[in-house]
């Protein structure tokens, strides 16, 4: 079983930044692939970025932030980062941090295997 807490969303100008973390209170020694979800009023949830736990599994990004944003573990601390840099008001949303054990990074990020770990959320608001 997986605890998830997320904390740092907050307000911020377009072209900032922000740093997101999902602190995982782990009772497994199992290996799992995790990482952050987001939802805006009126759209779909969508994956952002993952990482697995499991050995060399490459990380995930969907293109819209490919460059922009880093996902990140700290595995001393049991803490999954989220950094985001020149954010834009497209990616204001209630961010979740979501695991999966036994899943691949893509699998998880792409929702077709889905999350059965979820976090509460944290929003994130891109406005001058």
């Known amino acids: 079983q997986l605890d998830l807490v997320e904390s740092g969303g907050g307000l911020v100008q377009p072209g900032g930044s922000l740093r997101l973390s999902c602190e995982v209170f782990v009772f497994t020694s199992e290996w799992y692939a995790i990482g952050w979800f987001r939802q805006a009023p009126g759209k779909a949830r969508e994956g952002v970025a993952c990482l697995s736990t499991y050995y060399g599994a490459p990380t995930y990004y969907i293109d819209s932030v490919k460059g922009r944003f880093s996902i990140s573990r700290d595995s001393a601390r049991n803490t999954v980062y989220l950094q985001m840099d020149r954010l834009t008001a497209d990616d204001t949303a209630a961010y979740y941090c979501?695991?999966?054990?036994?899943?691949?990074?893509?699998?998880?990020?792409?929702?077709?295997?889905?999350?059965?770990?979820w976090g509460q959320g944290t929003q994130v608001t891109v406005s001058s």
């Open positions: 979501a695991a999966r054990r036994f899943t691949t990074t893509q699998a998880l990020c792409t929702l077709s295997s889905d999350p059965n770990y």
